[in-house]
């Protein structure tokens, strides 16, 4: 067995390495950076490297489509900012400059001579470390997964390549995968550039962070239990959790693959909102169902016609859940979902209805019952390769935490009904009590981006994990500790609202992005998305656009 330090220390190594190949060199970073990285690239950079990255994707890719820039501009300039993000936030498994630069002179010769390959035509795409790369080695979270090497593309990279895309940059995890922010003995900590001392979210973290930086333009995460979520909410930028079985997760491997009790999805999160329309309907388009009988043969369909009333009048119909009845949300959670929700009310076009929580708290029951159902031995066995410690975290969940037994195959059954079960009534709630709800807008956490260490309740993002439902976040605001001190007075309802309530802290957790969600029906991923634009849109989010840093260079 190879010591899991051993192992911790050559994949640093590799990384570093990849880091130093990319060219030319990055100068030395400021001596006195602050709490808040994110203007730092934009005084690393050239002007034009900044240009380049920070130029909205769909622009961006008309761009690379005329040949207006090139795919080797692009993804040199990619390249240079994720390995500054990589120096002020840790968010890089390993970078790709060799195999990425070759991949761009090829784009850029078949554009001069046919034109662009496809949709995606030089766009450098970003991937959380899970998704399989042929001859890389494999991600998870976990020492042991740097032993080996993922003998093909996942079938999602087969599509984009055909459609054009670049990978470059390969973003870090936690352990395991099993928690909301990103820690791993493999990788180290991954912080959150708005305020390097709150956490960056999880499981797809090095996604969220990098984004934040302008580091990528597109990139592919997971979510099980709010894993691009989390992460995109935390850091100030889009995603979006689809419905199972529409995007192909064939050669995406880690170590609770094989687990059905609670599915997990890939996810796109982009800086930019149409980003993750983006990336669905190049992937859609491709017809994956075709060759992968698990997935829904659906098409990402038109929304054009979404929301439109009798009288041919558009109207989205909302239901607001302000608190999930179990923890409790702090003050700048509340501050934004009103301030959206009273902006809402005076605009034509939206109807604001109120959403009551249906049994949150039962869900979170099964939840606990079927993240592990193994009763951690599977975890275990992953530590076991190396002799790798537990994270505090992922312990917490899946070896320890309430709820984790390892249930006979009875046991099983009895939850995994369950959960069909509150899958059922949950829909004929929604369907008696609020028939014209389109959407419901809610918190995607309790707590903008938490100090490091401290996420142990995710019930705001896998609520919908455990009911299928599609969901999204979106930017709004930031932290402004005059004004979200939490009030005093509230007591206590459980020991996850205490501990949340507890590790609050208005001035630590300053400028940290406060994102909302948007919830739809199971296979009504496309309405949730059309929602969220007219929202935006109409509302004129975000208030604060935290990825603007100062805006000056």
């Not at 400059?97 to 090829?106: G, N, T």
């Not at 054009?304 to 700048?332: C, E, H, T």
């Amino acid at each position: 067995m190879v010591p899991w330090e051993d192992v911790a220390r050559d994949a640093q190594k590799h990384r570093d390495g990849t880091l130093d190949a990319v060219e030319p060199p990055l100068p030395p970073l400021p001596s006195d950076i602050s709490h808040n990285v994110i203007d730092i690239p934009r005084h690393i950079l050239s002007n034009e490297e900044v240009k380049i990255t920070e130029t909205p994707v769909l622009k961006l890719l008309q761009l690379l489509a005329t040949g207006e820039v090139t795919a080797t501009a692009v993804t040199s300039a990619f390249l240079r900012r994720a390995a500054v993000a990589q120096k002020l936030v840790n968010c890089i498994f390993e970078i790709l400059p060799e195999q990425a630069l070759v991949r761009a002179k090829e784009l850029d010769e078949h554009q001069k001579r046919d034109g662009p390959i496809g949709p995606l035509h030089g766009l450098p795409i970003s991937l959380k470390a899970v998704n399989s790369i042929k001859g890389r080695p494999k991600g998870g979270g976990f020492t042991g997964d740097f032993l080996e090497i993922f003998p093909d593309d996942a079938d999602v990279l087969k599509i984009l390549l055909k459609a054009g895309a670049i990978f470059y940059a390969r973003t870090t995890e936690p352990q395991g995968l099993m928690m909301v922010e990103c820690s791993s003995y493999l990788t180290g900590i991954t912080t959150n550039p708005h305020n390097t001392a709150t956490t960056c979210g999880g499981s797809s973290g090095g996604e969220g962070a990098l984004q934040a930086l302008f580091g990528s333009p597109l990139g592919i995460g997971g979510d099980i239990g709010g894993s691009v979520r989390s992460p995109a909410g935390n850091c100030g930028t889009y995603a979006l959790k689809p419905t199972t079985n529409r995007l192909p997760a064939h050669g995406v491997s880690y170590y609770m693959a094989k687990s059905e009790t609670i599915l997990s999805t890939l996810g796109p999160m982009s800086p930019w909102l149409d980003g993750i329309n983006l990336f669905m309907k190049v992937v859609l388009d491709s017809e994956p169902w075709k060759s992968d009988a698990s997935l829904y043969p659906l098409p990402w369909r038109d929304t054009s016609a979404y929301f439109i009333r009798s009288g041919g009048r558009p109207q989205l119909n909302i239901g607001v859940m302000w608190d999930d009845q179990i923890v409790k949300p702090v003050a700048p959670v509340n501050r934004a979902l009103r301030e959206v929700v009273d902006k809402l009310k005076t605009l034509d076009g939206f109807k604001v209805t109120e959403w009551s929580p249906y049994q949150h708290e039962r869900g979170m029951k099964i939840l606990e019952k079927l993240y592990s159902p193994d009763g951690g031995q599977s975890l275990e066995k992953a530590l076991s390769r190396t002799g790798e410690p537990v994270h505090p975290l992922i312990k917490w969940r899946m070896l320890d935490g309430p709820g984790v037994e390892n249930q006979s195959l009875d046991t099983m059954w009895k939850w995994t009904t369950e959960r069909d079960a509150f899958k059922y009534e949950y829909l004929q709630e929604w369907n008696s009590k609020a028939p014209e709800m389109d959407i419901i807008l809610c918190p995607y956490l309790h707590s903008p981006a938490p100090l490091l260490e401290t996420t142990r309740y995710w019930g705001y993002t896998s609520i919908w994990n455990l009911l299928d439902y599609p969901a999204a976040v979106f930017p709004v605001t930031k932290v402004d500790p005059e004004v979200d001190a939490e009030p005093a007075g509230h007591e206590a309802r459980n020991e996850f609202d205490e501990w949340a309530q507890k590790t609050y802290d208005a001035f630590k957790q300053r400028d940290a992005p406060v994102n909302l969600q948007i919830v739809g029906k199971r296979l009504e991923d496309e309405k949730v998305m059309r929602a969220v634009e007219m929202i935006v849109r109409a509302v004129g989010l975000p208030f604060v656009d935290c990825l603007a840093g100062s805006g000056k260079k």
